[in-house]
């Protein structure tokens, strides 16, 4: 039971570092949907939520609609804070790191800019980051992943010699 424990422990930290690239690639993609509504659907950001809602998978599905909804009710509160709320809760779930969902939240900053062509040039510059470093993770997830389900089995091993 103990190596089962141990090694099944080193299973669910591989699992969780081909989550956190899979997830990097998730937002490259929701950030390439929003450059083509914006680019050729003329679409404003709370129009491009609705849009990417309807082609993403939970839990970004639900947040892109609440922001959608929210933005829509118009209480008076800006999209970059309303956007970068709802997208930090739903990020709080998932397996990556405050850098990354920074890089995400870069293009609704505050200072960020109002006109469609500095738009697209910020999203296209946070996309690039995102992109970059899922190709970083990818590579060190290779050995980490090994590494990972390795040491959980011979912990469970050096835990039991010591048992005995």
């Given at each position: 039971m103990i190596v089962g424990g141990c090694l099944g422990l080193g299973l669910w930290y591989r699992q969780r570092m081909i989550l956190s690239v899979q997830v990097l690639k998730d937002l490259g993609q929701i950030l390439e949907m929003l450059k083509s509504e914006i680019r050729?659907?003329?679409?404003?950001?709370?129009?491009?939520?609705?849009?990417?809602?309807?082609?993403?998978?939970e839990p970004y599905k639900?947040?892109?609609m609440e922001v959608f909804y929210r933005m829509h009710e118009n209480t008076g509160e800006k999209f970059e804070v309303i956007f970068g709320e709802v997208l930090g809760s739903c990020f709080s779930k998932l397996p990556i790191e405050e850098t990354d969902k920074e890089q995400f939240l870069q293009f609704v900053s505050p200072n960020s800019f109002t006109e469609e062509k500095m738009q697209l040039c910020a999203i296209e510059k946070s996309e690039?980051?995102?992109r970059r470093r899922a190709d970083e993770l990818e590579k060190e997830n290779t050995q980490k992943c090994r590494m990972a389900v390795g040491l959980g089995a011979m912990s469970g091993l050096l835990l039991v010699i010591i048992l005995l």
């Open positions: 050729y659907g003329k679409a404003t950001l709370p129009e491009c939520c609705r849009h990417i809602s309807a082609h993403m998978k639900s947040s892109f690039e980051s995102l």
